[in-house]
């Protein structure tokens, strides 16, 4: 069973750069077919998928926030990171770490959910 617990600051400056860890538990992040996705919920909005691992460690990013965009992984850890640059108050939603056996953008076809951490940008 795979789990997923988010972790990271409630509160960012803006400009500062937003980072967040997913803590996988259940199963090896390099093994199998499956995709690391980081999904983001804005207040009043749609879920947005900002990208994704694969186990071997290819990244690929959504379009709206690729610029400011960097996933990287701690595979001692088992752990999925985040790091979000030049952030904004529209930047202000809750951050879901995902995942799913096989390639999808689509939020809702993830399997696999963290409890979503609120992260607001304010100064």
């Known amino acids: 069973q795979v789990q997923l617990q988010e972790s990271g600051p409630g509160l960012v400056k803006p400009s500062q750069t937003l980072s967040l860890t997913c803590t996988v538990s259940?199963?090896?992040?390099?093994?199998?077919?499956?995709?690391w996705s980081w999904i983001r919920q804005p207040p009043g909005k749609e879920l947005e998928w900002m990208g994704a691992?694969?186990?071997?460690?290819?990244?690929y990013y959504g379009p709206g926030l690729k610029s400011r965009t960097s996933f990287s992984r701690d595979t001692s850890e088992n752990q999925f990171i985040l790091q979000l640059s030049s952030v904004t108050p529209e930047d202000t939603a809750v951050y879901y770490c995902?995942?799913?056996?096989?390639?999808?953008?689509?939020?809702?076809?993830?399997?696999?959910w963290g409890q979503g951490t609120q992260v607001t940008v304010s100064s």
């Open positions: 995902a995942a799913r056996t096989g390639w999808s953008t689509e939020p809702k076809e993830y399997e696999y």
């Open positions: 259940g199963v090896s992040m390099t093994t199998g077919d499956y995709y």
């Open positions: 691992m694969s186990s071997s460690g290819s990244i």
